[in-house]
């Protein structure tokens, strides 16, 4: 990701490169835990073009506040003491972040997971609003982070705006513990975006039909993300320019069910010589996946790099002959509409708000959730 990385003062402004000091628009606290950082400069890079762009429009100003966990050291939670190794602020591209710590045991403390985001922030948040003057607060992921963040705007009389993004609906309201604050969260916010009618509809399903909600599907960065010749694309990578290429991406999750493109390619290698497919994440399903592919003797076909730069991504959507999502589960998939953009057709579960996006056969196709179809 193209970004410089530095630590920043907690009074450093936000600044873009030849700006003026007149005062901006909308001071804007965007709040959330998806956010990325110099340990994971990929991780939720779709929140950070947002904000971006959201600062750029009409000379708004932005500071972000992405909250990280502290836990016990004796726990096994890689992922969490990675996040550990920030530093309190830090600077991501124009964007100053500020990492406050709250306390957090995976899993065992999820009902919890909410207040206690609330009250590791409060007293950074305070203290930026002193100092700032936020006007509103833009929060990303309705529970925990859109619930800390309401709490937030009430406690320091500061509307909060919350986005939906999937999971936190699709997912997290059916547990029966999380449900109640996932409905206080989206009751109490000052107003509420979907990022497709299908999520909205799960909303106002979740939380009841009274409460405006407006569905903004994400976008897509253009600078970022266009159309390049497959055979360059592949010499650049390279590539074989006779092989039969797909690329799927997203996190090694059992929700972006993997497993199940995996199957199909079992099936279809076989009529299929030169197939290759790509899967490119991380996540807890890796060494399941890694055993499956052994199992099924798709070593050669089935190739599992990890994350690569957001960046690259532009080059393997146009080096693909398809790429492919499997989901049983989403909100607006990003990695739908970046291929679109770089001109490669998807084939994708019909879930969430694919079909809103897939809603033409020169665009891809929508599938069942079965190995054979």
């Not at 005062?23 to 959330?32: A, K, Q, S, V």
């Not at 500020?98 to 948040?125: A, C, D, N, Q, T």
């Not at 799960?202 to 039909?209: I, L, N, P, R, S």
């Not at 999750?253 to 009529?271: F, W």
Request: with cysteine.
């Amino acid at each position: 990701m193209a970004v410089l990385w530095k630590n920043a003062s907690l009074d450093l402004p936000f600044l873009e490169p030849g700006a003026s000091d007149r005062e901006p628009t909308l001071r804007i606290l965007t709040f959330t835990s998806l956010f990325p950082n110099s340990v994971d400069p990929t991780f939720g890079v779709f929140i950070y073009q947002r904000t971006v762009h959201l600062a750029r429009r009409s000379e708004n100003s932005a500071e972000v506040v992405a909250p990280i966990p502290f836990f016990p050291k004796w726990l096994p939670a890689k992922r969490w003491s990675a996040a550990g190794r920030l530093p309190a602020a830090e600077s991501i591209g124009p964007l100053t972040v500020h990492h406050p710590r709250y306390f957090l045991v995976p899993k065992v403390s999820m009902p919890l997971h909410g207040l206690s985001m609330y009250w590791g922030s409060l007293p950074l948040v305070r203290r930026l609003h002193a100092l700032r003057g936020f006007d509103c607060i833009d929060a990303h992921f309705v529970y925990p982070d859109g619930f800390a963040a309401v709490l937030l705007g009430k406690k320091l009389g500061i509307p909060a705006i919350v986005s939906a993004r999937g999971t936190d609906i699709n997912s997290y309201s059916s547990y029966a513990l999380i449900r109640p604050m996932v409905r206080w969260t989206v009751r109490n916010a000052e107003g509420c975006i979907a990022v497709s009618e299908a999520l909205k509809e799960k909303m106002t399903e979740v939380c009841g039909t009274d409460i405006p909600i407006h569905a903004i599907p994400n976008g897509v960065d253009t600078e970022r993300f266009w159309r390049t010749e497959t055979g360059e694309a592949r010499e650049a990578l390279g590539l074989s320019k006779t092989s039969r290429l797909l690329v799927a991406v997203g996190s090694l999750t059992e929700g972006k069910r993997h497993e199940l493109l995996i199957r199909a390619i079992q099936e279809i290698a076989p009529k299929c010589p030169g197939l290759q497919l790509y899967i490119f994440g991380e996540g807890p399903c890796r060494g399941g996946l890694e055993k499956l592919v052994r199992e099924l003797g798709l070593v050669e076909q089935v190739h599992l790099p990890g994350k690569i730069p957001n960046e690259m991504l532009r080059l393997w959507f146009g080096a693909a002959d398809i790429s492919c999502l499997t989901s049983a589960r989403e909100g607006w998939p990003n990695a739908v509409t970046e291929s679109l953009a770089c001109g490669t057709p998807v084939l994708a579960t019909r879930v969430g708000g694919v079909p809103e996006i897939l809603h033409s056969p020169e665009l891809g196709i929508l599938v069942e959730e079965n190995v054979n179809r």
